[in-house]
């Protein structure tokens, strides 16, 4: 397991969708949607968000919610990765060279 996989444990869910669960010990590092990944490919940890189980689901599609539209996803998935990616850069597990 990666640090960056690690370093989700017991996080806050940065996803925050609706009826957001914010159960820390189901959250993880939620890899998003790219280009590359489906076919059997995860996208890279980089590209990845804290997630309840509960938003987690609904980003992988294996929960659909009535206050939770596919653009609703997309926007809050952009803050999400934002918001991830600012904390692992300040933990230096996130390098910008």
């Known amino acids: 397991m990666s640090d960056i996989r690690r ?3 017991m996080r806050t869910c940065s996803l925050r969708l609706p009826d957001c669960r914010n159960d820390r010990e ?5 890899h998003l949607p790219s280009v590359d990944s489906g076919r059997g ?6 590209f990845a968000v804290y997630s309840c189980a509960h938003c987690h689901d609904i980003l ?10 596919h653009w609703l996803v997309a926007e809050r998935s952009l803050a999400a990765l934002y918001e991830t990616q600012a904390i692992l850069f300040e933990e230096g597990l996130l390098l910008v060279k």
């Not at 189901?26 to 939620?30: K, N, R």
């Not at 490919?41 to 980089?46: A, E, G, N, T």
């Not at 992988?60 to 539209?69: C, E, F, L, S």
């Open 41 to 46: 490919f995860k996208s890279p940890d980089w």
């Open 7 to 9: 370093s989700a444990r």
């Open 60 to 69: 992988d599609g294996r929960k659909a919610h009535p206050m939770t539209p």
């Open 26 to 30: 189901t959250v993880v590092l939620a």
